[in-house]
């Protein structure tokens, strides 16, 4: 398969270089340092993968603040306003686009390793302590949101446990990337690790083996731990393979005590299910599962790729018997995640009521299930390692139906409902296509990190490449009881 996907790649780069004038320009540092677009529109499937990886690339590169290093929750409309938080897990993601901005000629290098030494710099000197107001974190933690001019808590936000993870997996991934001789380089490595190696991992099992969920300095932490199969690997990882600050295997053993509640028959495929396809893709747009397992997936037969790839599976062929009669599901279109949506609400559809949402978890799983008819295309396009044929498909699909009401400067945007066409009731974000229901306005920047890194996985695997390279994660997997493949 990967054979395959690297001629797949070199036919969409030699299609790429054989268009003409700057519809043909992949977008570099200007004279100002600051990267132009290309004006390319994608007709052949691998152009149309190509470009979404470009362009979303691009999202974060000038989304960015250049002052403190930090990437906005979210950008809305033709002019591209941000939200007025901060995202500390869409930096991370940010961050992890440097590497293959640069590795694909998308970025001059010197210009992302200022913009990474921007952030990290930010990271190392912004306030911690446990003041409710004018702190960015505690305990070399970072609160989930900051304020876009300060960079301290943004209202009453909780320091995450998984969104500082996140950030630390960007952290350590431009660490890893950035190995020249340079002393800019040099003291990004050394800024890497300090702000990395700085996480107190242990201060956050408050209340046993496992791994908080987050702290408040007004109630401290909070009363959920990490057990169970979702999106947290990355952390667990983290926090096994700190050089500084580790908590023990038994935070493992206490994560998988709750896997037996997710495993069994989704669609009649078995897997570890967690209905939202994010929780299988975070992981996997750093680090590289293929052939590795722990003793819970050892003892089933597969690994966490193979279980991924049977997840994607499931969302289609949920979305092809579509029981609850959305429009446009089928086999060229499914994937559910956490998204945007068109709003909060019960509306008639289909002689019943149903229930729609703003921004919220869907999925397909044992125990994680909503579906409004949202349609999130980081789900299929971020499983394009996973079920390749299938996924570029859907983007296909959408980018061919949709168009412009859903392709814009920096790919497709967060999701749509074809289903929902109810022009009387006002919008968040979004708007009513004709024919084609609800169609978002927002790019959010935790779905368009996975796009960029899982898109680049699949071709050129740079991300996991470094992953194997990362003396913290390797440590970790191995306390994780992880074995076989590359690992080995």
């Not at 930010?122 to 900051?146: C, M, N, V």
Request: with cysteine.
């Amino acid at each position: 398969m990967r054979s395959r996907n690297r001629r797949w790649f070199l036919g969409a780069a030699a299609s790429l270089a054989a268009a003409s004038g700057a519809a043909a320009r992949a977008w570099h540092g200007s004279s100002a340092g600051e990267p132009h677009r290309a004006a390319l529109v994608p007709e052949a499937p691998q152009d149309l993968v190509e470009e979404t990886a470009r362009r979303t690339c691009l999202y974060f590169w000038e989304t960015i603040d250049p002052v403190h290093g930090l990437a906005p929750d979210y950008t809305q409309g033709p002019d591209n306003r941000h939200s007025p938080a901060m995202s500390i897990a869409a930096t991370g993601f940010a961050l992890s686009a440097l590497p293959i901005g640069v590795a694909r000629g998308w970025i001059a290098r010197p210009q992302a390793v200022q913009r990474a030494l921007a952030s990290l710099q930010f990271l190392r000197d912004a306030p911690q302590g446990d003041a409710a107001i004018g702190t960015s974190g505690h305990h070399g933690f970072f609160y989930h949101f900051l304020h876009a001019d300060s960079g301290t808590r943004f209202r009453d936000s909780e320091l995450s446990t998984i969104d500082t993870a996140l950030l630390m997996m960007g952290v350590r991934c431009i660490g890893q990337y950035f190995n020249q001789p340079t002393q800019d380089e040099q003291h990004l490595r050394a800024l890497a690790d300090e702000v990395s190696e700085r996480v107190e991992w242990p201060w956050m099992q408050a209340h046993g083996k496992a791994i908080c969920m987050g702290w408040r300095p007004e109630t401290g932490f909070l009363s959920a731990d990490w057990i169970g199969f979702n999106e947290a690997i990355p952390m667990m990882l983290l926090a096994l393979g700190s050089g500084t600050h580790p908590v023990g295997p038994e935070a493992w053993a206490a994560w998988t005590s709750g896997y037996d509640r997710s495993f069994g028959e989704v669609e009649g495929i078995t897997q570890l299910s967690f209905g939202a396809l994010f929780a299988h893709q975070f992981t996997q747009a750093w680090v590289d599962m293929r052939g590795i397992r722990d003793a819970y997936m050892a003892a089933r037969g597969f690994d966490y790729f193979e279980n991924t790839r049977r997840v994607a599976l499931a969302h289609k062929a949920y979305a092809i018997r579509n029981p609850m009669g959305w429009q446009g599901y089928g086999a060229d279109l499914w994937g559910l995640s956490a998204s945007d949506g068109p709003g909060y609400g019960t509306l008639p559809y289909a002689g019943g009521p149903r229930e729609f949402r703003g921004y919220s978890a869907r999925g397909v799983g044992l125990v994680e299930n909503f579906d409004d008819g949202t349609i999130c295309p980081a789900a299929s396009i971020g499983c394009l390692p996973h079920t390749p044929e299938a996924s570029l498909e859907c983007m296909q699909a959408m980018y061919h139906r949709y168009g412009s009401a859903l392709w814009g400067p920096y790919g497709f945007y967060d999701c749509f409902n074809p289903s929902y066409r109810y022009g009387d009731i006002p919008f968040a974000s979004g708007h009513l296509v004709d024919g084609l229901g609800w169609v978002d306005d927002r790019y959010y920047g935790i779905n368009q990190g996975p796009i960029v890194a899982l898109l680049d996985n699949a071709h050129h695997g740079l991300l996991w490449s470094l992953s194997r390279a990362d003396p913290v994660l390797v440590r970790g997997l191995k306390r994780a009881g992880f074995h076989g493949g590359w690992l080995d």
